[in-house]
């Protein structure tokens, strides 16, 4: 099945800061790659999606980008603000089936 | 739009007793997804359902858990003989079960066994 792997499990940067979280995945016929922020005590909630046709996409602050090649893809979050502080989990999936994913990504703001 | 529908929000259950958990999809969603996140892990996903059907129930345990989504009504995970290992945050996620659309996840429900 398919594997997603997710570095750093830790993350700490100064406010204004960019951040950088990374995903690698085994199966190569995955096409759907969302992003999910979690705060403590809630739901995941997804914030921003990228597609296997596609090879970055940006909404404000954040950003993602896929290495088909490589089977990678990154989220890159700019000009970091105190509310960007949770876990981050990528996830991947292939046609309709489950989302599998990462371990997740404590990123942590520091003012 | 309601979202995706879960509750209870917090269920205590003594060891060996039954947990019965609720999910009702957004409206217009047929697919149903089933996560357990133990307390500071990931999501580790565990059956997903159609109508009356299971479609993938890859990730459940074999033994004391069940899932079911009825034509009628919400999708119900049923955890018999609770342990303590199975404290956790169940959520559920819906969506329109094609490839173009990500899930919608509920607010989950934290069972705690004492």
Redesign the interface.
Known sequence: GENVEQHPSTLSVQEGDSAVIKCTYSDSASNYFPWYKQELGKRPQLIIDIRSNVGEKKDQRIAVTLNKTAKHFSLHITETQPEDSAVYFCAVRKGAQKLVFGQGTRLTINP | NAGVMQNPRHLVRRRGQEARLRCSPMKGHS?V?W?RQLPE?????MV?LQKENII?E??MPKERFSAEFPKEGPSILRIQQVVRGDSAAY?C?S?L???LY???????TRLTVV
């Open positions: 697919h997804y996560y892990e990931g999501l580790k996903f997903y993938d890859s990730g959520f996620a969506s079960g094609t490839e990500g899930y919608t996840f509920g607010s989950g």
